[in-house]
């Protein structure tokens, strides 16, 4: 069992800064991606970006340019820091990891989500 354990969301005024955090942790034996996903009230959950096992990272148009993900191997930890914030940013933010345990690839585990308020 894998438990993703959330922080960092909450309101920020238009051009604030927030930093998410995610940290996962239980029968993981190796990660092979972690991301930042978000659902605003009425819209799909949308990819926000991802960053590989490798070290590369992936955004969405609407992020890029304003966040930065990064990660701590170490931690099994991603961070996502969101600078310039906008009001069509807030939405529930979901951490995702895709992991391996034993022979089982390409497990998906998501966490229960923190909000973002960005007021204008």
């Known amino acids: 069992q894998v438990q993703l354990v959330e922080s960092g969301g909450g309101l920020v005024q238009a051009g604030g800064s927030l930093r998410l955090s995610c940290a996962a942790s239980g029968s993981i034996s190796s990660i092979n991606a972690m991301g930042w996903y978000r659902q605003a009230p009425g819209k799909q959950r949308e990819l926000v970006a991802s960053?590989?096992?490798?070290?590369?990272?992936n955004y969405a148009y609407s992020a890029k340019g304003r966040f930065t993900i990064s990660r701590d191997s170490s931690k099994n930890a991603v961070y996502l820091q969101m600078n310039s914030l906008k009001p069509e940013d807030t939405a529930v933010y979901y951490c995702n990891v895709n992991y391996n345990y034993l022979s089982f690839r390409y497990l998906e585990v998501w966490g229960q989500g923190t909000l973002v308020t960005v007021s204008s």
């Open positions: 960053i590989a096992s490798s070290g590369s990272t």
